[in-house]
């Protein structure tokens, strides 16, 4: 029950918006839902609903670990909104605050989706409720932007309804009654058709993988962050890919239960690796601080699916990893978004000296890029630590090396752009179109928050938060 | 029962080789109507009892993809004046070529399949890989939008041949997913060529080029 309230409470508030008359009072629907959704979340975070076995839609062990951390995203993004949607009020919002909310309706939707076809319907969902937010800024380069995002996004999601498939069929052939129930799944376990799970857990991982923006499927990723405002990016690489893992996870333990989980984590590894690899390259070539976030956002998720290869323990740090890459991710979009206001250009070519006219992001922005780039005490430290911690417990040590060298060509890509554009004496154009953005409380306060929350999280890690990832861990892994 | 399922396949495969083969959009359009139709008919006469949830997904099919989508693209068309794919990546001999290469791969892959023994002599598994390759092959090798679109309906054709093996035992839901999607994704992409039309005066997407790394 509270798990569709969950779901309909930013449904109602986009329809709600979509209708709502005034441009000016309008984005204030993004703080109010946002509020009503956290609180809901962590209640049920804290007191979680039993999930009666079969049922399709559930707050589940997993989607407990994730969904919060989504929430108090979308929360302290939409304070964000607010302000900036006012700095923005020549363009009209209606559609942009509507999309902002189904989205948020459709990833809680999604993250509690228990079923193989209901999974696939939330995800499509949430892929085309994104549309509207990527060329809010309308220029040509943001419908390009868009183009390739629903071209390649498309595809994917294609390729994983074909994947989707695959597994039913699998079932079928197993003798299967036609429950797709990730349950049922699991229960079936060996009685799946093995040639099958495995051209659906192919499937899945690339169509879902296009989703999170893993390499080679990343393509769509640098265009739509480079062009959608901040907010978006924010929402999107917090969000919308956790979605796609959370499906990746969940398609896991299937194909674990059908005895093909070595295969599955030989796959994720290397694909894992891969991402990393092709994002630090990346990251040491961009000129443009808003593209450079999206290859760090595809390392991360790289990140995120090399955790997901190492057994129980590196699920449960990839989990942690959710959290505060999320959180800290969206503090470096949304100061990257005033920056951007501020700079009138994306590019490190004509941007400097941003230190002296946005002083507070800037300040943020530096201090985030060291937070994204694993410097202790901030969240991402300890969640890779993790994954380090689990890939060495299971022997990977090849595997461990490359991880700290991608990292570390990573950090050089990021501190090259970010201190590129921070340092310096500010150019003539920048220092005229700066004079029109004032750093208000409502566009420094957002990111200041998900950077607090991150050092947080690195600090004291709440104990019910690491139960609630060891509990994810044991509904993926379940002991027979 | 079976040949006659394999004899409408078979029409949705040579359905792809024209759509391969042929560089002018009225036609592809045309073809990829043609299949839409045909692929509305197989429910039809798959079940022995007509169900009305069974009935519905066929009308929808034959409806949304057989009369909408193919009016849209249309008029996509028409505004846009472009009626010929001119400069393909893959040239239509070479994709005539692949496609019927990839037809009899997916012909040979399938004996290697393990299928139920219902499943075995029909063609929907070679028919569905056969087709999803084809839509590959336009997405990859077109530079047109609106042929991009029609190789992304093919794809979407192919997986939904696949999808008829499980129509019996899984819920309608699944194929209902697919219909309104794949309605709302045209939709979508219908109205952001219209925008990308009136921002570069033209179809190509090769011309999207400004965001390259």
Same mark, same amino acid.
């Given at each position: 029950?509270?798990?569709?309230?969950?779901?309909?409470?930013?449904?109602?508030?986009?329809?709600?918006?979509?209708?709502?008359?005034?441009?000016?009072?309008?984005?204030?629907?993004?703080?109010?839902?946002?509020?009503?959704?956290?609180?809901?979340?962590?209640?049920?975070?804290?007191?979680?609903?039993?999930?009666?076995?079969?049922?399709?839609?559930?707050?589940?062990? @997993?989607?407990?670990?994730?969904?919060? $951390?989504? %929430? *108090? /995203?979308?929360?302290? &993004?939409?304070? +964000?909104?607010?302000? !900036?949607?006012?700095?923005?009020?020549?363009?009209?919002?209606?559609?942009?605050?509507?999309?902002?909310?189904?989205?948020?309706?459709?990833?809680?939707?999604?993250?509690?989706?228990?079923?193989?076809?209901?999974?696939?319907?939330?995800?499509?969902?949430?892929?085309?409720?994104?549309?509207?937010?990527?060329?809010?800024?309308?220029?040509?380069?943001?419908?390009?932007?868009?183009?390739?995002?629903? @071209?390649?996004?498309?595809?994917?999601? $294609?390729? %994983? *309804? /074909?994947?989707?498939? &695959?597994?039913? +069929?699998?079932?079928? !052939?197993?003798?299967?009654?036609?429950?797709?129930?990730?349950?049922?799944?699991?229960?079936?376990?060996?009685?799946?058709?093995?040639?099958?799970?495995?051209?659906?857990?192919?499937?899945?991982?690339?169509?879902?993988?296009?989703?999170?923006?893993?390499?080679?499927?990343?393509?769509?990723?640098?265009?739509?962050?480079?062009?959608?405002?901040?907010?978006?990016?924010?929402?999107?690489?917090?969000?919308?890919?956790?979605?796609?893992?959370? $499906?990746?996870?969940?398609?896991?333990?299937?194909?674990?239960?059908?005895?093909?989980?070595?295969?599955?984590?030989?796959?994720?590894?290397?694909?894992?690796?891969?991402?990393?690899?092709?994002?630090?390259?990346?990251?040491?070539?961009?000129?443009?601080?808003?593209?450079?976030?999206?290859?760090?956002?595809?390392?991360?998720?790289?990140?995120?699916?090399?955790?997901?290869?190492?057994?129980?323990?590196?699920?449960?740090?990839?989990?942690?990893?959710?959290?505060?890459?999320?959180?800290?991710?969206?503090?470096?979009?949304?100061? $990257?978004?005033?920056?951007?206001?501020?700079?009138?250009?994306?590019?490190?070519?004509?941007?400097?000296?941003?230190?002296?006219?946005?002083?507070?992001?800037?300040?943020?922005?530096?201090?985030?890029?060291?937070?994204?780039?694993?410097?202790?005490?901030?969240?991402?430290?300890?969640?890779?630590?993790?994954?380090?911690?689990?890939?060495?417990?299971?022997?990977?040590?090849?595997?461990?090396?490359?991880?700290?060298?991608?990292?570390?060509?990573?950090?050089?890509?990021?501190?090259?752009?970010?201190?590129?554009?921070?340092?310096?004496?500010?150019?003539?154009?920048?220092?005229?179109?700066?004079?029109?953005?004032?750093?208000?409380?409502?566009?420094?306060?957002?990111?200041?928050?998900?950077?607090?929350?991150?050092?947080?999280?690195?600090?004291?890690?709440?104990?019910?938060?690491?139960?609630?990832?060891?509990?994810?861990?044991?509904?993926?892994?379940?002991?027979? | 029962?079976?040949?006659?399922?394999?004899?409408?396949?078979?029409?949705?495969?040579?359905?792809?080789?024209?759509?391969?083969?042929?560089?002018?959009?009225?036609?592809?359009?045309?073809?990829?109507?043609?299949?839409?139709?045909?692929?509305?008919?197989?429910?039809?006469?798959?079940?022995?009892?007509?169900?009305?949830?069974?009935?519905?997904?066929?009308?929808?099919?034959?409806?949304?993809?057989?009369?909408?989508?193919?009016?849209?693209?249309?008029?996509?068309?028409?505004?846009?004046?472009?009626?010929?794919?001119?400069?393909?990546?893959?040239?239509?001999?070479?994709?005539?070529?692949?496609?019927?290469?990839?037809?009899?791969?997916?012909?040979?892959?399938?004996?290697?399949?393990?299928?139920?023994?219902?499943?075995?002599?029909?063609?929907?598994?070679?028919?569905?890989?056969?087709?999803?390759?084809?839509?590959?092959?336009?997405?990859?090798?077109?530079?047109?939008?609106?042929?991009?679109?029609?190789?992304?309906?093919?794809?979407?054709?192919?997986?939904?041949?696949?999808?008829?093996?499980?129509?019996?035992?899984?819920?309608?839901?699944?194929?209902?997913?697919?219909?309104?999607?794949?309605?709302?994704?045209?939709?979508?992409?219908?109205?952001?060529?219209?925008?990308?039309?009136?921002?570069?005066?033209?179809?190509?997407?090769?011309?999207?080029?400004?965001?390259?790394?």
């Amino acid at each position: 029950m509270k798990s569709f309230v969950l779901i309909l409470v930013p449904l109602v508030a986009a329809v709600l918006a979509a209708l709502w008359p005034g441009n000016r009072t309008r984005p204030l629907l993004l703080p109010a839902a946002g509020t009503l959704h956290s609180l809901l979340a962590f209640w049920m975070f804290l007191d979680p609903p039993a999930v009666a076995p079969g049922t399709w839609l559930g707050f589940d062990p @997993l989607a407990r670990a994730v969904l919060p $951390a989504v %929430s *108090l /995203l979308f929360l302290v &993004c939409a304070w +964000y909104g607010v302000a !900036y949607l006012k700095v923005r009020s020549e363009r009209p919002n209606r559609v942009f605050v509507a999309a902002l909310l189904a989205v948020l309706g459709l990833l809680s939707a999604g993250l509690q989706a228990r079923h193989v076809g209901l999974l696939w319907i939330f995800t499509e969902a949430v892929t085309l409720a994104a549309v509207p937010l990527l060329h809010f800024n309308g220029t040509p380069r943001a419908f390009e932007a868009t183009w390739k995002y629903l @071209l390649v996004g498309g595809t994917g999601i $294609a390729l %994983s *309804l /074909l994947g989707s498939l &695959c597994l039913g +069929y699998a079932s079928l !052939y197993g003798g299967g009654q036609g429950d797709l129930t990730f349950e049922a799944l699991i229960a079936q376990g060996g009685g799946l058709s093995r040639t099958w799970v495995l051209i659906a857990w192919v499937l899945l991982l690339v169509g879902y993988g296009t989703k999170m923006g893993l390499a080679p499927m990343h393509t769509w990723k640098p265009e739509a962050y480079g062009e959608a405002p901040g907010i978006v990016g924010a929402l999107l690489a917090g969000g919308v890919t956790t979605v796609a893992f959370s $499906a990746i996870l969940r398609v896991r333990s299937v194909v674990g239960a059908a005895g093909e989980g070595l295969i599955a984590d030989c796959t994720l590894l290397a694909i894992g690796l891969f991402s990393m690899l092709v994002a630090a390259l990346f990251l040491l070539g961009t000129r443009d601080y808003k593209r450079m976030l999206a290859y760090s956002s595809i390392e991360h998720m790289g990140i995120l699916t090399i955790g997901a290869s190492f057994g129980p323990a590196g699920v449960a740090a990839a989990l942690f990893h959710v959290w505060s890459n999320g959180l800290t991710k969206g503090a470096l979009f949304l100061s $990257a978004g005033n920056i951007r206001r501020a700079a009138g250009s994306p590019s490190m070519d004509a941007v400097r000296g941003m230190a002296l006219l946005t002083p507070r992001s800037a300040a943020i922005f530096v201090t985030g890029m060291f937070a994204v780039t694993a410097l202790p005490p901030f969240g991402p430290f300890f969640s890779e630590l993790k994954v380090v911690r689990a890939a060495l417990e299971t022997g990977h040590w090849g595997a461990t090396a490359m991880f700290l060298v991608c990292l570390l060509l990573a950090f050089f890509g990021l501190t090259r752009v970010v201190f590129g554009i921070v340092d310096g004496r500010p150019r003539a154009a920048t220092r005229a179109g700066s004079q029109r953005f004032v750093e208000t409380a409502g566009v420094i306060l957002p990111p200041l928050a998900l950077l607090g929350l991150s050092l947080w999280l690195g600090l004291f890690t709440p104990d019910v938060l690491v139960d609630a990832w060891s509990a994810a861990v044991s509904q993926l892994f379940p002991t027979p | 029962m079976n040949s006659n399922l394999n004899l409408l396949i078979g029409l949705a495969m040579g359905l792809n080789l024209l759509a391969l083969g042929t560089g002018r959009l009225p036609a592809l359009i045309r073809a990829m109507s043609a299949q839409g139709v045909i692929l509305g008919v197989m429910p039809v006469i798959m079940e022995h009892e007509l169900d009305w949830r069974v009935a519905l997904v066929a009308l929808a099919t034959m409806v949304g993809k057989g009369l909408i989508i193919p009016a849209l693209l249309r008029r996509a068309t028409r505004a846009v004046s472009i009626d010929r794919e001119l400069e393909p990546i893959i040239g239509f001999v070479p994709s005539l070529l692949l496609g019927a290469a990839g037809a009899i791969a997916a012909l040979a892959l399938t004996q290697v399949l393990p299928l139920m023994p219902e499943h075995a002599g029909s063609l929907l598994v070679p028919g569905a890989l056969a087709t999803v390759f084809t839509g590959f092959i336009l997405l990859i090798g077109r530079t047109k939008a609106i042929s991009q679109v029609c190789g992304y309906l093919i794809l979407e054709n192919g997986i939904y041949l696949f999808g008829l093996l499980l129509i019996k035992a899984m819920p309608l839901l699944v194929e209902a997913g697919v219909l309104l999607d794949l309605t709302v994704g045209v939709f979508i992409i219908g109205i952001i060529v219209d925008r990308i039309q009136r921002a570069f005066d033209s179809l190509d997407t090769r011309k999207l080029t400004a965001l390259r790394e």
